[in-house]
């Protein structure tokens, strides 16, 4: 019945550095080869920027624990050539659906929008991504991977109490101590990005703390693996004490929660299906429950038999309590060294908003550091990264905390709010919106970046993709090929026109734009792309390398391009000031 996993580990070697005692410089360090660890690395390396990821371990993760990857995240992978295989392996699922004690209360539809290329959601084990993520690594020649290297010291000279490397044209790197099973070394990056997690030791080495707060609320993960006879679960049982809620879930992959359901009274219970007949379900127990007691499997099971039904027959895989936070660094980068993922930011789980988030701040970082190791940006542009990302995390905290305080209301009167409202939303639309059981992961729009170059007075757009969005999927063809509009858009900056563009060889200062344009590269099969971006005859969209919309104007204009790219790479500001 057991589906054993072998966790995949690998092999120390010793670093010739280390070896010959040279300190050697890199141009980039990564610490951590987690999913943002590995998702940066691939992406810097897609670009032609050579890196080096340390890690103190030498396996996958142990247990699924990050399960949920949300469709901007798999178009960042599809983007780094990894996300079908991930695709095919994982659950597939749009639907959710909520329940108040045994009847559904409503269920919500993550994808209402048709044609895109990439689902809505997959449920994957970590330590599957995590597999894939590595050989996706190991295949790239610039990629470095380095097992148990362990960061044991990091230092930035400061000069006029500054931190060296934030002054324009100083060159100074960063300074590291590595050990490994042959004892400690010494190298020196140009920059250094923390993907540590939430016990970051590089977050400590430099005293960046935390600030927020952690939720007085115990929750207890218990992935459970099926038998072969039992997979269909929940359709097929009957004879559970829920047997009415079970009847009206479907035979798709979805999402479920529960709020004061008869299997586990006055509390919450959040269900997953993960691949290989593994099944995620979160149980919330309260502030007073002793997480070592919790854990035992004599405690584990009978809650698992309650919900299931007694004759279900499981195993279990991996048992874990946590208590979660809300909670962020105050600076995303510190001199030469950047943090993203865990490491700058934590949130509940309840939204798959963690690894998400994190790999997203991958994606806003690697075009930014490679346009400044390239010297086509000043070092100022990773000060961008710190304002988008840092605001991508507040949305992300905000919204995180806001599920929190309806899944775990704080007050008597909060309570009889909340079980009001989820009464209401059997029968009436208006309260659906408030039912909160964890709003999933969507990527964060910049609208406020120094980035975006702001609409043109008289330039009105239909479309809701104004700059600083993430571009939007559509269908197309292009040489008599079915197609998608996001992976023609590439990993560079890109100039999506409707209707044929200049030549752009008469403006050097955009040799840096891929052309797009639709009518002559690609064909609007579906007129899709049309309606998504207003694409009126003329219109011109600048889309940034992490594809998302820089500026877009009525039509083409060299110098208004030209002056928005320059923006994009930190080389000008917006006359109106705009931060």
């Known amino acids: ?96 659906k909520v329940f108040f004690r045994d009847e559904l209360a409503y269920q919500f539809d993550l994808l209402p929008q048709p044609a895109h290329h990439m689902p809505a959601m997959i449920n994957l084990q970590q330590y599957y991504l995590e597999a894939a993520l590595v050989a996706a690594c190991q295949r790239q020649p610039l990629v470095d991977l380095r097992w148990k290297h362990k960061l044991s010291a990091l230092t930035q000279a400061e000069v006029d109490g500054e931190t060296e490397g934030e002054a324009e044209g ?82 798709a992959p979805e999402r479920w929660f529960w709020f004061d359901p008869p299997f586990h009274p006055g509390q919450s219970v959040l269900l997953h299906k993960q691949c290989d007949n593994v099944w995620r379900i979160d149980f919330q127990l309260g502030w007073d429950a002793d997480p070592v007691q919790e854990k035992r499997p004599e405690n584990v099971i009978p809650r698992i038999q309650a919900m299931l039904g007694p004759h279900t027959r499981f195993e279990l895989e991996w048992v874990s309590v946590y208590q ?99 009464e209401l939303a059997k029968t009436e ?7 909160n ?31 600083g969005s993430p571009c939007a999927d559509a269908t197309l063809l292009k040489a008599g090929q079915a197609g998608w509009l996001l992976q023609q858009l590439g990993q560079g900056f890109v100039l999506l026109s409707f209707g044929t563009l200049p030549d752009l060889a008469d403006w050097p200062e955009l040799s840096a734009c891929q052309p797009l344009a639709v009518g002559r590269d690609i064909e609007d099969s579906a007129g899709l792309i049309a309606q998504r971006y207003d694409g009126r005859p003329g219109t011109v969209y600048l889309i940034r390398p992490d594809q998302y919309v820089a500026a877009r104007w009525r039509q083409f204009d060299a110098a208004k391009i030209t002056a928005s790219l320059r923006r994009c790479l930190a080389l000008e500001t917006h006359p109106g000031g705009q931060t």
């Open 1 to 96: 019945m057991q589906k054993t996993y072998a966790y995949a580990e690998f092999p120390y070697v010793q670093s010739a550095a280390q070896r010959s005692g040279v300190v050697q410089r890199h141009p980039l360090v990564i610490i951590g080869a987690g999913p943002v660890g590995l998702s940066l690395a691939l992406d810097c390396a897609a670009r032609g920027l050579a890196c080096v990821v340390l890690d103190d371990n030498n396996s996958v993760s142990i247990g699924s624990r990050a399960v949920c990857y949300a469709k901007r995240t798999l178009e960042v992978w599809d983007r780094l050539g990894v996300a079908a295989p991930l695709v095919e392996q994982g659950v597939n699922w749009q639907v959710g």
């Open 170 to 251: 100083d060159d100074s790197p960063a300074r590291l101590t590595i050990t490994t099973p042959d004892g400690s070394f010494q190298a020196e990056a140009d920059w250094v990005v923390a993907c540590d997690g939430a016990n970051s030791d590089t977050r400590q080495m430099l005293g960046a703390d935390f600030a927020g707060k952690f939720f007085q609320d115990r929750f207890l993960i218990a992935d459970v693996v099926l038998a072969e006879g039992d997979a269909a679960l929940p359709a097929a049982q009957q004879a559970s004490t829920t047997a009415a809620g079970w009847q009206q879930l479907g035979s």
């Open 324 to 422: 979660f936070a809300c909670r962020r660094i105050k600076q995303f980068r510190h001199g030469r060294v950047l943090f993203a993922g865990d490491a700058a930011h934590q949130v509940s789980p309840f939204g798959a908003r963690g690894a998400n988030s994190g790999v997203q701040d991958a994606d806003n970082l690697a075009w930014k550091l490679a346009a400044v190791l390239a010297r086509r940006a000043p070092a100022a542009l990773l000060d961008s990264y710190h304002a988008e990302r840092s605001f991508a995390a507040d949305d992300n905290l905000r919204q995180s905390t806001r599920s929190t305080d309806f899944i775990s209301p704080k007050s008597r009167a909060s309570l009889r709010l909340r079980n009001a409202v989820l």
């Open 429 to 435: 639309a208006f309260a659906r919106p408030l039912v």
């Open 437 to 467: 059981s964890g709003r999933l992961s969507t990527p964060t729009p910049y609208l406020t970046s120094a980035l975006n170059t702001p609409d043109e007075a008289g330039d009105e757009f239909a479309a809701a993709l104004q700059p």
